[in-house]
């Protein structure tokens, strides 16, 4: 049953990384009165958002619900006892291994401030997302904790992170999107094993963090140019410029003198 589940999650991952376009090109966001689409083709929003439709239909499925329960069953007779915390760390790491390869100096496609925003554009698509959709489908989480099963946040979060890594450094090799997507799909796993979701709740998670991360790059060039803009009167540039202060991020506007 392990087996099974890691290459189903590994047809997802191969799947992902399978729709980077390869004519983004380094640093397109940096001309602020331009509108830069990071995905030219509509469909590579297709296979997360299958993802994320398969997930959904498990609740009029039946032989998609069904197969919820034999995962978790096989799980429960195969490793009874066990019990890890690690996803609650992996799912933070291919967000960390974006930041971590800058640090080293491996440049991502976009400038600090860019790749800055567009995190915090896919992070809160997803957090509205998760938020809304736990509370309203009511899904009894494996384990019987809660109602907040649908779907999976730390497998969302974790894929979230790996289009993220997948955006930024394809480019340079596609053993950094290997790699993030192997850790959210081991995130995912021990979702499974921990019994704190379906697998329909997961492979959902896995889709919905994609579609965010997508989603961003898709909005944010819009975003950019409306607010780094040139006043017609004055000439001047006005910019969104990230702050940080007393512990707290935050956002102010600037123009140039």
Request: net charge positive; proline share 4%.
């Amino acid at each position: 049953m392990k087996k099974i589940i890691l290459a189903l999650f590994c047809i997802i991952a191969i799947k992902a990384d399978a729709q980077i376009a390869d004519s983004v090109k380094k640093d397109l966001l940096t001309a602020p009165d331009t509108v830069r689409h990071l995905h030219s083709k509509p469909w590579a929003f297709v296979p997360p958002a299958a993802l994320a439709t398969y997930g959904v239909l498990s609740f009029v499925v039946h032989p998609i619900r069904n197969l919820d329960y034999t995962i978790n069953n096989e799980i429960t007779k195969t490793d009874p006892n066990f019990n890890s915390k690690a996803e609650s760390y992996f799912q933070f790491a291919p967000v960390i291994m974006v930041y971590g390869l800058n640090l080293v100096g491996i440049s991502g496609k976009n400038t600090f401030i860019d790749r800055t925003a567009l995190l915090g554009v896919s992070a809160a698509i997803l957090g509205t997302t998760v938020t809304i959709t736990k509370y309203s489908t009511h899904r009894l989480r494996p384990n019987g904790s809660d109602y907040l099963s649908f779907f999976s946040g730390h497998t969302s979060t974790a894929f979230m992170g790996a289009e993220f890594l997948n955006q930024e450094f394809s480019a340079k090799s596609v053993w950094y999107s290997v790699a993030g997507y192997s850790i959210a799909t081991a995130t995912g796993v021990f979702r499974l094993y921990n019994h704190d979701h379906w697998f329909s709740d997961v492979v959902a998670g896995a889709g919905f963090g994609m579609l965010s991360t997508k989603a961003a790059y898709f909005v944010y060039p819009y975003i950019r140019n409306a607010i780094t803009h040139t006043n017609n009167k004055t000439g001047k540039k006005a910019f969104l410029v990230p702050t940080y202060q007393d512990k707290i991020f935050g956002f102010a506007f600037a123009q140039d003198l």
